[in-house]
């Protein structure tokens, strides 16, 4: 028996070292334009971990490591889930500091949905699809993380050739529902500090496997303005075999009224919304359809429970 879940969350990131999101020249204090960090061979999505020996993991850390010794900088990093090295002469910029050129992101935050919650374990999972940079498409690596209270506070209507949006609100200092211990392809998962109750089903639902889904009527529970969670009806259209994780597990198309006058169909912060048919949590919304926002993908809950447990799910 699981919680469904249905309500938005905050989700705010700090990564694990510092995602390099490009590159650029600067001016250094001789009046030449230079970027240490292209010309040792630096790429987008590269992980920055530690500088001369010292780990990194702010943009300010990064700057107090390269002022500390700017004749040369010994640059541990990951590319595709490998350590490597490399050394680059960082230049003094005209503001007195030493400088490679390299833009980095340290932290990212954003609005989702939580999929369910697990009253045994006090794991949570959400999204159903992995945090990337939006710059590289890179997942990124969780060093720290927090889902927190959070609202929706207005709705950008899906159109073709376009995705809306739930545009959500949360504060620095909101209240924490719990961590973040992973995001991989499949959502982010934790454990929640107080358990997740649903007020539409307040005793829990029965997971619903794989080979219990089919294509037909199925609900999904959302959150896309001030009435809380609400459920809404949809039809599964297309169910894929499958017997190992992996994304896009089944089509659905909205069919409730009220959420197609609403938002348009599935819009960019529903991901996660869990999707309910026989009476059986069976899965999570992940994508929308970019051609039509009334069609979407979800993820089925034997992946996501999977992710949680480190193991394989079986039928």
Same mark, same amino acid.
């Given at each position: 028996?699981?919680?469904?879940?249905?309500?938005?969350?905050?989700?705010?990131?700090?990564?694990?070292?510092?995602?390099?999101?490009?590159?650029?020249?600067?001016?250094?204090?001789?009046?030449?334009?230079?970027?240490?960090?292209?010309?040792?061979?630096?790429?987008?999505?590269?992980?920055?971990?530690?500088?001369?020996?010292?780990?990194?993991?702010?943009?300010?850390?990064?700057?107090?490591?390269?002022?500390?010794?700017?004749?040369?900088?010994?640059?541990?990093?990951?590319?595709?889930?490998?350590?490597?090295?490399?050394?680059?002469?960082?230049?003094?910029?005209?503001?007195?500091?030493?400088?490679?050129?390299?833009?980095?992101?340290?932290?990212?935050?954003?609005?989702?949905?939580?999929?369910?919650?697990?009253?045994?374990?006090?794991?949570?999972?959400?999204?159903?699809?992995?945090?990337?940079?939006?710059?590289?498409?890179?997942? &990124?690596? %969780?060093?720290?993380? =927090?889902? *927190?209270? @959070?609202?929706?506070?207005? !709705? /950008?209507?899906?159109?073709?050739?376009?995705?809306?949006?739930?545009?959500?609100?949360?504060?620095?200092?909101?209240?924490?529902?719990?961590?973040?211990?992973?995001?991989?392809?499949?959502?982010?998962?934790?454990?929640?500090?107080?358990?997740?109750?649903?007020?539409?089903?307040?005793?829990?639902?029965?997971?619903?496997?794989?080979?219990?889904?089919?294509?037909?009527?199925?609900?999904?529970?959302?959150?896309?303005?001030?009435?809380?969670?609400?459920?809404?009806?949809?039809?599964?259209?297309?169910?894929?075999?499958?017997?190992?994780?992996?994304?896009?597990?089944?089509? &659905?198309? %909205?069919?409730?009224? =009220?959420? *197609?006058? @609403?938002?348009?169909?599935? !819009? /960019?912060?529903?991901?996660?919304?869990?999707?309910?048919?026989?009476?059986?949590?069976?899965?999570?919304?992940?994508?929308?359809?970019?051609?039509?926002?009334?069609?979407?993908?979800?993820?089925?809950?034997?992946?996501?429970?999977?992710?949680?447990?480190?193991?394989?799910?079986?039928?």
């Amino acid at each position: 028996m699981l919680y469904p879940g249905g309500r938005a969350v905050g989700i705010s990131i700090n990564l694990r070292g510092l995602l390099i999101v490009g590159s650029g020249s600067f001016r250094t204090r001789d009046g030449r334009e230079c970027c240490p960090a292209k010309r040792a061979g630096f790429r987008a999505g590269d992980v920055i971990l530690s500088i001369n020996g010292t780990a990194v993991s702010t943009s300010e850390e990064m700057q107090l490591a390269l002022n500390a010794n700017p004749d040369s900088a010994q640059i541990v990093f990951e590319r595709n889930n490998r350590q490597q090295t490399l050394t680059v002469k960082p230049e003094m910029g005209t503001d007195g500091k030493a400088k490679i050129g390299a833009w980095v992101r340290d932290s990212t935050a954003g609005i989702g949905t939580l999929s369910f919650y697990d009253p045994d374990s006090g794991q949570y999972a959400a999204l159903g699809h992995a945090i990337t940079d939006g710059d590289t498409g890179s997942i &990124l690596t %969780v060093r720290e993380g =927090r889902v *927190l209270k @959070a609202s929706i506070v207005a !709705v /950008q209507k899906g159109q073709r050739g376009v995705p809306g949006e739930l545009k959500g609100s949360f504060l620095q200092n909101a209240a924490v529902l719990g961590d973040i211990a992973q995001n991989t392809t499949l959502g982010i998962s934790g454990t929640l500090t107080t358990a997740a109750t649903n007020p539409l089903y307040p005793d829990g639902l029965p997971i619903g496997t794989r080979s219990s889904v089919h294509t037909g009527a199925a609900t999904i529970l959302s959150t896309i303005g001030t009435g809380g969670v609400q459920e809404y009806t949809v039809e599964i259209t297309h169910v894929s075999q499958q017997n190992a994780p992996a994304a896009k597990s089944m089509v &659905l198309r %909205v069919t409730d009224t =009220r959420l *197609l006058d @609403a938002t348009g169909g599935i !819009v /960019q912060g529903m991901s996660g919304s869990p999707i309910i048919q026989d009476g059986k949590l069976i899965g999570a919304v992940t994508h929308v359809f970019v051609s039509d926002p009334t069609q979407g993908y979800g993820l089925y809950v034997d992946w996501m429970l999977s992710q949680m447990q480190g193991t394989s799910a079986d039928q």
